[in-house]
């Protein structure tokens, strides 16, 4: 168990912060999961830079690793650019 106040917070601060952490990346995942199962060039045009957007902002709060996030833009561009 921690002995000192500045641990007791920066156990209270880790806790915090992995559940916001997991709250945004589990929202994402959904969206890229939605966004790959869409059909339709349109709708999945609109989709793609919010959820780019969303991959660059969890890369960026290292939440996941820039070159992941890269990687999954670069399928999910490639996906949406093969649609019909």
């Known amino acids: 168990m921690a ?3 500045s641990a007791l917070k920066r156990i ?3 806790e ?14 959904t969206f890229v999961k939605k966004l790959r199962n869409i059909k339709d060039k349109e709708e999945a045009l609109k989709l793609l830079p919010k ?5 660059d ?11 992941k996030a890269s990687n999954l833009k670069s399928k999910l ?4 650019n093969s649609l019909n």
Do not use: D, E, G
């Open 57 to 67: 902002k969890l890369a960026k709060k290292n939440v996941i690793h820039k070159n």
């Open 16 to 29: 915090a912060r992995r559940l916001h952490n997991r709250y945004y990346a589990k929202t994402t995942r």
């Open 3 to 5: 002995n000192h106040k």
């Open 12 to 14: 209270r601060q880790n």
């Open 77 to 80: 561009a490639r996906y949406v």
């Open 51 to 55: 959820v780019t957007s969303m991959l």
